[in-house]
């Protein structure tokens, strides 16, 4: 108990890039203890001393290796290894690297086995904490025009883009099938957005991390309780030692973060290369325009218009918010998976950005659901691509029309992986485009996945420091130790 209390009261210290040799003797004891780990590993694997088979064990487990003695040095120090070593081994093993799944799986399930349980305790204390739950209305005010202002900033900019470059203009469609994790959504429309907002069984929703209802019971339960005076004392109390009960998880679960990082990327990439690095290249290089056109979207939207939005009205330096939010974001572009992200972007966001935890616990829930600004704009690219491709001329009014859809369909869009993906049915019956479309961006959507999850954390950290300015009351912001409600 006392490690964890040190572990979360002891500030992580800044990466290094200069060691003793000391230090140096330290990470070659560490790096050395895991190889020959990998070592026994493929003996018992293999029967023997198989020189290749030996030769792809151990050098990933070198790697993983150096990932956790550089871990020492720093979260982010880890992390950023970890992400380089992993791209690393999938340029020396290609598909061998598949093997590495599961230990990703285990991090990410890791990470969705507490969100449930952090959701409920951080919004039903980060809304009592706001003292009288008239104050509520203010505080959701500013985070709703922030996220929709946001988004449809979003969605705007990427379908200029697509029609100024015209990425999908004299590309052969070829045949087309629908696929079927978007065959089973052909009915979604606004009515089923609509439902998804509450549930008949509220324990099923906590048990498949149906993220909307779980954020409205929370933010009901929480207003409630402001209203029960002596008698919601205790419940409260109860909740507010679960939320700090959450966090110490929290703690202890990110401590596996660099060497799942590594094997979620490296794992990931290894699979898409299964059949070969040319199949690779080939299937990416098809829809090359495509693809650099919402990465350019996307790049514009977090460097140019979020980071203005932060300067200009939440009055904060882009470039700090960055530098302390560099371990979620990262840890975003490797989950791909804003939701599984949650627990370590609320807590950089509270222990190292020191934005008020009442404007934290509120925001970033709230946003892993619905403030969803990189799908927003990668489901506008997306279908005007598609239609570009299928020689479909959209009128403006149709286009229009894409721009509120595609909004509105962001906030469908679960922060679970290619989520995005499916909810894209909604903008194609707007627009009465084929769902089979959807083939021609199969390919590649697990990779612009990874760079839109990125984007719409940073929308979401952005979004915390907004309502910590304009959604709290000024003298209680200024009078709130950093990360902690007065």
């Known amino acids: 108990m006392l490690y964890l209390d040190r572990m979360s009261e002891t500030p992580t210290p800044p990466p290094r890039f200069s060691f003793t040799p000391l230090e140096l003797m330290r990470i070659g004891r560490t790096v050395g203890f895991v190889a020959l780990l990998g070592v026994v590993i493929s003996i018992v694997s293999f029967g023997g001393l198989d020189g290749p088979h030996l030769l792809k064990t151990v050098v990933p487990f070198t790697m993983v290796g150096l990932t956790i003695a550089l871990q020492r040095y720093g979260m982010l120090a880890g992390i950023v290894t970890g992400i380089a070593m992993a791209f690393i081994a999938v340029a020396l093993f290609e598909g061998e690297m598949a093997s590495w799944s599961w230990i990703g799986k285990f991090f990410i399930s890791a990470l969705k086995m507490i969100i449930a349980p952090l959701i409920l305790f951080a919004m039903v204390t980060g809304i009592t904490g706001l003292g009288d739950v008239r104050k509520l209305g203010r505080i959701s005010r500013v985070a709703i025009i922030y996220f929709l202002s946001t988004s449809i900033a979003a969605v705007t900019l990427g379908s200029i883009l697509v029609n100024l470059i015209q990425p999908g203009v004299g590309l052969d469609p070829g045949t087309l099938a629908v696929p079927d994790n978007v065959a089973a959504k052909e009915a979604i429309g606004f009515q089923d957005l609509a439902l998804s907002f509450v549930s ?65 990327i490296a794992g990931r990439f290894g699979t898409a290369m299964e059949r070969g690095a040319d199949q690779f290249w080939a299937e990416l290089g098809a829809v090359a325009g495509y693809s650099w056109t919402v990465l350019l979207g996307l790049f514009i939207h977090a460097v140019i218009v979020l980071p203005l939005i932060a300067a200009f009205i939440a009055k904060k330096s882009p470039f700090l918010i960055a530098r302390k939010v560099s371990k979620a974001l990262l840890t975003a572009f490797s989950t791909a998976s804003s939701s599984a992200t949650l627990p370590l972007t609320m807590k ?19 946003g892993a659901t619905i403030n969803m600004d990189g799908t927003a704009l990668y489901e506008a690219v997306a279908v005007i691509f598609i239609a570009q491709v299928l020689g479909i001329e959209l009128s403006f009014g149709q ?54 999850t990125t984007v719409n954390v940073w929308g979401d950290v952005i979004g915390t420091t907004v309502v910590e300015r304009h959604g709290l009351e000024p003298a209680i912001v200024s009078a709130a130790a950093p990360g902690r409600p007065s």
Do not use: Y
Request: hydrophobic share 60%.
């Open 348 to 366: 950089t966001t509270e222990e190292e950005l020191g934005v008020d935890r009442r404007a934290t616990q509120f925001v970033l829930p709230l």
């Open 200 to 264: 008949d069984n509220i324990i099923k929703s906590f048990a498949e991390l149906d993220m909307l209802p779980i954020i409205v019971f929370s933010l009901v339960f929480g207003a409630v309780l402001t209203t029960l005076g002596d008698k919601g004392k205790p419940v409260l109390a109860f909740f507010e030692g679960g939320n700090a009960a959450m966090m110490k998880v929290v703690h202890v679960i990110l401590m596996l973060a660099p060497v799942g990082v590594f094997a979620l």
């Open 399 to 452: 286009q229009v029309l894409i721009v509120v859809t595609a909004t509105l369909a962001a906030i469908g869009a679960a922060g679970i992986p290619e989520a995005g993906l499916v909810t894209m049915v909604m903008v194609l019956n707007a627009v009465n485009l084929p769902l089979a479309g959807v083939e021609l961006i199969l390919a590649v959507d697990w990779l612009l996945d990874r760079f839109r």
